[in-house]
């Protein structure tokens, strides 16, 4: 304290720490004492010691060893970076001042999402703000609220100690703890997402459904980060995902919204050379032909050195790990340098699953040779192991191309080793197209027939009363349609009265009979290529549905893809595809009536290159009825079908007219009418 003597006259300056009613009862006693100091002490109390202790300076990566108590883990107890050492780079560059976004493409079992818990935990710890936890739906926010957030609070000591002690602070989908809140939202909830001052997001899962940009209003990403503006300066927002297609965000994200992208380069422990881990480094006996199973469970494949040869083992692989740093793409400097050099304020990583402790060479391997006879297990191979997104590549193909996949099979029979028909049906204004074709156990299928119908009696036919001989069947062993899918789109009917949707809406609901279903082309990629949806209002007008209606969404360009790699299996390889002999140069044009190219942008996308199209609708609705993705799927029925297939009846003979043998002209039956 200080005094400053002004003739006879002590003047006293007040500290700034000192309260004003404090301070005037001192002066006055200062003054009675004729202007002599005299002590006077005071203590803080414990909560006050708290909150005014500067702490010592320490990285995530070192918090969490000291304060994360994993729960939900094969390796439950103090978090223990050995274990994923290249989540320590991520978690120490996120929390530096500079660092705005961080984007992680990962594998699945990479431990990512528990970093951004981490990085959660530190804040609570030591620098903390409202955190938003965005997930793609309700269901996920409340399970990772319970499964997650709360028990990594609960199990650690030191955060656990900053909970208010009511037990209302600890609801699903808010966390109110004493000096900071924890919200919880889903992509589709924009309430969730508004009106919230945020200081720390964390977006996870943005490739799943939910996190696709609406019609009305700015995508989820967008209304996240509209929520950091109050704390812009000092703001954190984690985006992480598993990468499904090149147009999904975290793609898109990651090559578009960063300054620079990080790439984890391992350390041989056999000669000390570093390296970017890559597939192609990844061996085992037999090559593609080899036994997934067996590659799996006896461990049989290693990784090669690139510069010594040196095989590793999953354990040799770890050690690589561990001794491993992030290095800059583009520019082969270390995380550590880069980020002192250049300060990015948004950041990028890509971790692929064969740097995984929890993920095995010989697993990565096994994904890789089931793909190889599979185009849905080779995509999830792309995303899920190479942590990348899939590129679908189809050439172009003449006529030529197309029929070569006649068999000497005439239209109208089906092949011997199929277990069930499904049909696609593209309804116009004024007639039906339809492919039926059949499938085998494993999905290799054949065109059995294909034309144009002009009624609805006549799709009544063909769906319901149609049977097709079997090759080298007796005649009272047919088959009929198992399910059917029905384009639900359409323009204006003749009358003029509803539109050609809700006339079909209309009659799968009264004539369907659980065989037909509503078949609808999603405006935007799906994750999945089947997606049903229940509908409970008309297309127009918003008349009301009672018990609504179940319509099977499809992403078309996926099953477009499909069929293009279908065509190009060679035969005794599964999902191979066979055309009847009278399949003629009419099927093979509207097959080829569009091709992919790319846009302006980059992008692919199937472009029409002629008009008529209506036979490659059909085949991508056929192909939707037995995809493994609608449920029950074929191959579920099959598997409990050794006998008997769907469809096919054994016992009973059909009425002579209701047979494609009776009346078949050319080989189609007597109503077809060719177009």
Known sequence: MKLFK???VFKIKHPTWCPNDLWESLQGQIRERGGKFFKHSFAFSRAERKVLRKSKPIKVSEWAQ??????MSVLPGLWRNNVTPYLVGIMDAAVLAFVREIVVCKAPQTGVSEVAHNFVGYCIDRDPGPVLYVYPDEVSAKDNSQDRILPMIQSSPRLRSYFTGADRDKSTLRINLQ?????????????????????YAIADEIDKDGFDVGKKEAGPLDLIDKRLTTFRPVSKFWKISTPTLESGNIWKELNNNTHVIFDYYVRCPLCGQD??????????EGGAEADPKVVKADNLAWYECKHCNGKWDDDLRNRAVRAGDWIARDKNISIKTYMKMFRPANIGFH???WISFFVSLSECAAAFIEGQNDLLKLQDFQNSYCGLPWKSRVENKSETNVLKHRIDLPAGVVPEDAVALTCGIDVQKSGFWFVVRSWSRDLSSH???YGYLSSWEDVERLVFKTRYPIQGKSEDQTMSIWRAGMDTGGGKTEDNEWSRTEEIYHWIRKNGRGVIHGIKGADKPQIKRVNPRVIDKMARGNRPIPGGLTLFFLDVNQFKDLFHWRLEREEGETQYMTLNSDTGVDYARQILAEEKQKDRSGKSKWVPIRRDNHLLDCENYAAACADPEWAPSLTFIASRLPKTQPGQNENKQPQAD??????????????FQSR
């Open 275 to 284: 390296q970017l881990m890559e597939f192609t480094g990844i061996k085992w």
């Open 351 to 353: 971790i692929p699953a």
């Open 447 to 449: 065109l059995v027939q």
């Open 179 to 199: 000096h900071m809140p924890i919200y919880l939202g889903w992509a589709r909830s924009a309430s969730r997402l508004a009106n919230k001052p945020i200081k």
């Open 658 to 671: 209701q047979r494609p043998g009776a009346g078949i002209r050319d080989g189609r039956p007597s109503w």
């Open 66 to 71: 000291k304060h994360r108590v994993l729960t």
């Open 6 to 8: 002004d003739n006879t």
